[in-house]
């Protein structure tokens, strides 16, 4: 029973304990069993993607009518393995003129970027990479790292499609961070914690964080999509604009790593969001058997996953000032004010003296009714700012057809006649 | 020599070197690149200080935002008429050197005639409580200048979008 | 353990390449890379002396948050300006951004 309370903790001290038999110094066997554990991550992390693209190519298929991948494995389970396959066999290509260093720097940093989130996922209460206490801190600068990734692949390409996507990643990713930092603050602020296991262990002494604030998940739902470029914020890949633009030089497996990464990096950010706002690995009998809180997590991300496909299968691509005018216009105010009443009742609470049977139901109260107003109004503002509006009267309306008089009845000749 | 004192050696030739890369490198989004090679390696500098905090947000502050802006300003400012070839140092640049070195040398000298130049590593007294205490003085000792810094972080974003203003004809 | 010596000459030698660069550059983005390298330079001996000298007060922390807000407004500000002065001018080298010279 104890090795299922605690799997991770005693495969490692077993290694440890294995290499220090080994004479090697306790130090050194510590770095190298942590190595091995971030391997075994980081390992898993890819493989799930082979699962994820899977789900998302037949959902694609469902939605279009058709079957979608069928015919490898059990249900098209492994269509993904051939794909593998024929990617690896393929040439690569190098452009004249590449930058060769960032050029192929660029698609190991934009994986990179999504893996090292995986540091900070806690998986069950007691299996983590890390747990630092500024893990939110350190989702957000990881995301800059994936940026960095897109930026380098377009200006190395020396290909002008692929630096414009790589202009249009830098004014999207750039500015969607700041929804999104605003967006990751109110759980940081509902749990006084900003270790990323902190806040799921708040969670689950309370209720999810969505229930709180709506809103706050809402904002950090859909800037994390336009983080990561997925429609309806591919921008940066626009094919029918940009033929795909920052990889548009890439092929082979290098062109591989950008599409693992675009999926790992969309599979993250649903399991972030289901850590973050859906109580990460809480559940029934997780206190008990704290390996259930995986498949706790693991449903929860998916569940968001399946939302995240379904808006990108469903939504068509925004123009580029419409992205921008969304994010500065709307996300960035709305993000704005919901810190701010957030941090207001939180502060608000302790003065009203409330009984402590009363004060948490008091509490996710004020927050969900702030939360409530606060979608009414913008939905009122909205409303206002996007009325229907009757078109302008340019000039006189088209005359309408009209079918002529019916000609008066003649009076036929041939009743005068006598 | 321990372990700590290696990851600082490394540390610092990374950053010295990618610095002097910055600095004399012809192509400006070189420059740029190197540029966050060596943010990072103070980063880790940060890291040996024991002042995790600010290596990450050195992290998303200069590489996620500052770099990144650097980036594309030069790629903004490109010239296209084949004018970005050639040296982009003054054909003086060996005054500056000698005036940078200058100022290195006696830097260096006035430091060492210092007592406190050769002070060992103290004790932390709490280690885990850094950041709430660092949070907590933010907003009662240092209250004044963190206003002041973030009415400068307004003032400069509306600066810089009505300095970047392309007025309509 | 590593002394505070070592940290000080490293910042010192950051900070003098840093200066190296904005003496020597024609290109101005590159003169604000140098400001960058030198107050990367400045933080570090702000925290190392925080570190070493006075790790019960904050206030060496709070030093260095300040000269981060101020190096983000630096260059916000300096690159708008830049971009500002290529649109007008179609240059960015300091030395032909000379209108006000006399």
Redesign the interface.
Known sequence: MSFLNDPIGIIGNWLTNLMTGWGLAPGFAQVITMTIGAFVLAMSGLMLVVFTIVMERKLYGRIQDRFGPNRIGPWGLLQTIPDMIKIFTKEYITPAGADKVPYNLAPILSVGGALMVWAVLPFASNIFGTDINVGVLYIVAVGAIGALGIILAGWASNNKYALVGAIRAVSQVVSFEVPMVLALLVPVILARAMGVNSIVDAQSESVWYFLLSPVAALIFFISSQAEVGRAPFDLLEAESEIVSGFQVEYSGLKFGWFFVGEFLHAFTISALMATLFFGGWSGPWVKAFPLLGVFYLLIKSFAVYLIVILMRIALPRLRIDQMLNFNWKFLVPLGLVTVMMTAVIEKAMPLLNVSDTWAPFLRVGAHLLVNLIIIWVVAVILRKTFARREPPVVGQPRPVAVPPPAPAPVESPAAEMP | M?A??IL?LLA?AA??GA??L??TSRN?VH??LW?IV??FG?AV??V????GF?AI??VV??IG??AI??I???M??RQIGGKDGGS???S??W???L???L??VG??WI??TWQ??????????NEKE?IS??GK??VS??LL??EL??V??V???I???Y??W?KSR | ??????????A??????????V?????A??I???I??ML?AV??NL??F????T??T??G??F???V??????????G??????V??RRNT?VADEIDLMKW
């Open positions: 321990g700590m004192q600082f610092a950053v010295l610095a002097i910055v600095v400006l420059a740029a540029l060596a943010l103070v500098v940060y040996l200080l024991n002042a600010f947000v050195q502050i200069y935002a500052i802006l650097f594309f300003a030069v903004l400012t982009q140092n003054h003086t640049w005054v500056a050197a005036l940078s070195l100022l290195m830097i260096v430091l060492s406190g130049f050769a002070t060992e590593l103290p004790a932390l007294a850094l205490e660092l003085s933010l000792t240092y200048p963190f810094a973030s400068l972080l003032a400069a974003l600066g810089a979008i300095v970047s392309e | 353990m590593i002394p505070l010596s070592w940290y000080l000459v490293f010192a030698a950051l900070f003098c390449i840093g200066l190296f660069g003496l020597s550059r024609k290109n983005i590159a604000l890379m140098g960058e390298l990367n933080n570090v925290i190392a925080w570190r070493y000298r790790p019960d904050i206030a922390q709070a260095a948050i300040m981060f807000a101020v190096a983000a407004a630096e260059v916000a500000v690159l708008a300006l830049i971009i500002a290529y649109r960015v």
